[in-house]
């Protein structure tokens, strides 16, 4: 008898499951369970391991879709619903860790009826892992609403996504960063930025939830630690463009002690930064407030880097950053971009290009910024300015963030 496809999809899902297995029994690794105390975090190796945990969330992913069927697929999902609420009245921090709460409880504390609180505990029970009802009537966290109850980064990223995103999906109109679904959705003519700038509590929360996103499968700076040729700069200088508080000049000079850095960023996000960072690195590492629309202040330097930050941006306002850039460069100075690439569809694992397609989809949204393709990047520095040379853009094993190298090519950059 011929395989078909769902038989085939069992079978490499056995396959790599059991290899993630052998490799956490034989390291005497917990395995993955949403018991209260169960690891929130794998760790698994970059390399086999990792690729395994992705071959098999790809298999599932489609598996379950096969055999849901086209017509279920095709329903909207509503499932957030209970996350929501569990957000929105801080449940997870009134349920005790390893102890039990009732509905009744839960509900006099939340001011809502216990019908409802007990309707969306179990439908987020369900769906998402997030909380157990150890006996009838009673609550008890799993390693998921516990994560919620100690971590307020992960609650920083469920309300960021409930309050801001979501309720602008259906409003895009321009390009231009005042004018998205966000800012419709807030009825304000403010960016993002400057609304927040004026709203404390809801940058706190954006800062908080970007920390929590940035910690996805794939996202982590090692990767472009690891493989961009960083010491062939050699004793040089690189000038980390919106580079908030350092964080990554910081795993770079740990690394290669020949380079000097010059952190960038607006004069809100730099200040105290300078407390943040080891004494032995402080020779090394100088703090500067740059807006990087204007003239780049920092001529000649060896490298222009930019993390996460063109696709904040739609393509007028990204060609303005590289434009402010021109009057500093010499020739050889290079531009090391560390952002999304979208795949060619069916080039990319399909765990991966449904988070960097749902990135583009939250760019839009809050920005009206996007996600680029490879001919995207091409085209967006020929616009700029025909003498930025794109050198290569490649994605290392296992990250979701590509690097791109760009490099000026006319001796006379003036």
């Given at each position: 008898?011929?395989?078909?496809?769902?038989?085939?999809?069992?079978?490499?899902?056995?396959?790599?499951?059991?290899?993630?297995?052998?490799?956490?029994?034989?390291?005497?690794?917990?395995?993955?369970?949403?018991?209260?105390?169960?690891?929130?975090?794998?760790?698994?190796?970059?390399?086999?391991?990792?690729?395994?945990?992705?071959?098999?969330?790809?298999?599932?992913?489609?598996?379950?879709?096969?055999?849901?069927?086209?017509?279920?697929?095709?329903?909207?999902?509503?499932?957030?619903?209970?996350?929501?609420?569990?957000?929105?009245?801080?449940?997870?921090?009134?349920?005790?860790?390893?102890?039990?709460?009732?509905?009744?409880?839960?509900?006099?504390?939340?001011s809502l009826s216990e019908v409802n609180i007990r309707r969306m505990l179990r439908y987020a029970m369900v769906f998402h892992h997030v909380f157990r009802e150890p006996r009838k009537g009673f609550v008890a966290h799993t390693a998921a609403s516990?994560?919620?109850?100690?971590?307020?980064?992960?609650?920083?990223?469920?309300?960021?996504?409930?309050?801001?995103?979501?309720?602008?999906?259906?409003?895009?109109?321009?390009?231009?960063?005042?004018?998205?679904?966000?800012?419709?959705?807030?009825?304000?003519?403010?960016?993002a930025w400057e609304y927040y700038a004026l709203h404390p509590d809801k940058a706190r929360r954006f800062t908080h939830a970007m920390s929590a996103f940035a910690d996805g499968h794939g996202n982590s700076p090692a990767f472009l630690v690891q493989n961009y040729p960083w010491n062939t700069i050699g004793t040089g200088t690189v000038v980390d463009v919106g580079g908030s508080k350092g964080d990554i000049g910081v795993l770079l000079a740990k690394q290669f002690p020949d380079l000097g850095f010059i952190i960038q960023d607006l004069p809100e996000m730099i200040t105290g930064a300078s407390d943040t960072i080891p004494a032995e690195f402080k020779s090394r590492i100088q703090l500067q407030a740059h807006d990087f629309f204007t003239e780049q202040p920092v001529y000649g330097a060896d490298v222009y880097f930019f993390r996460n930050i063109f696709h904040n941006w739609s393509d007028s306002r990204a060609i303005l950053i590289l434009k402010a850039l021109v009057p500093a460069l010499r020739q050889g100075s290079r531009l090391v971009i560390n952002d999304y690439v979208l795949p060619e569809v069916g080039t990319m694992s399909l765990t991966k290009e449904r988070a960097v397609r749902d990135m583009d989809l939250i760019m839009l949204t809050l920005f009206n910024a996007r996600e680029r393709e490879e001919a995207d990047w091409i085209e967006l520095f020929r616009k700029a300015d025909p003498r930025f040379s794109v050198v290569r853009i490649w994605t290392p094993e296992g990250a979701t963030m590509a690097i791109i190298e760009v490099l000026w090519t006319c001796a006379d950059a003036a």
């Open positions: 008898m011929a395989s078909t496809r769902i038989a085939e999809l069992a079978a490499r899902i056995q396959l790599r499951t059991s290899d993630i297995d052998s490799y956490l029994q034989h390291n005497q690794l917990p395995s993955p369970a949403f018991d209260e105390d169960g690891p929130v975090d794998l760790n698994l190796p970059n390399g086999d391991l990792s690729a395994a945990r992705e071959q098999v969330l790809d298999a599932t992913l489609e598996l379950h879709d096969l055999l849901l069927g086209p017509s279920l697929c095709l329903r909207p999902v509503y499932n957030g619903l209970s996350l929501q609420v569990i957000y929105k009245y801080d449940i997870a921090s009134k349920v005790p860790l390893y102890g039990e709460a009732s509905f009744a409880d839960l509900a006099e504390k939340c516990r994560r919620l109850a100690e971590d307020p980064y992960a609650g920083a990223g469920l309300g960021y996504m409930f309050d801001e995103t979501l309720p602008a999906l259906e409003q895009f109109h321009s390009d231009e960063p005042n004018k998205c679904g966000w800012s419709h959705y807030h009825n304000t003519d403010k960016a």
